[in-house]
């Protein structure tokens, strides 16, 4: 079982930058990839970005290559979402969630954080 808690979500102004965080409790955290996932009003959760358990591989979604970066500290049971150059359509309830190595689905989820940029 691995229960996640991501925070720092918030109001920012276009241009800006903001950082969230996924805290994982669990003793297996470094056995399972992570991803950050968005939904905003009326449309359908994405897949923005992810991490391997290792930290070793990474993957974007088009819409955010260049602005966004992640990163995991596996001895702290965190992962991080880096968001630069934020604009308005990146407006939505960001959530964190993680899958077992080896397996497609993601089956644990945060409770989501919600970052709202102004034009």
């Known amino acids: 079982q691995v229960q996640l808690v991501e925070s720092g979500g918030g109001l920012v102004q276009a241009g800006g930058s903001l950082r969230l965080s996924c805290a994982a409790s669990g003793r297996t955290f470094s056995s399972y990839g992570i991803g950050w996932f968005r939904q905003a009003p009326g449309k359908e959760r994405e897949l923005a970005i992810s991490i391997s358990p290792s930290g070793g591989s990474i993957t974007y979604a088009d819409s955010v290559k260049g602005r966004f970066t992640i990163s995991r500290d596996n001895a702290k049971n965190t992962v991080y979402l880096q968001m630069n150059s934020l604009k308005p359509e990146d407006t939505a309830v960001y959530y964190c969630?993680?899958?077992?190595?080896?397996?497609?689905?993601?089956?644990?989820w945060g409770q989501g954080t919600q970052v709202t940029v102004s034009s």
């Open positions: 969630a993680a899958r077992l190595t080896g397996r497609v689905t993601y089956v644990y």
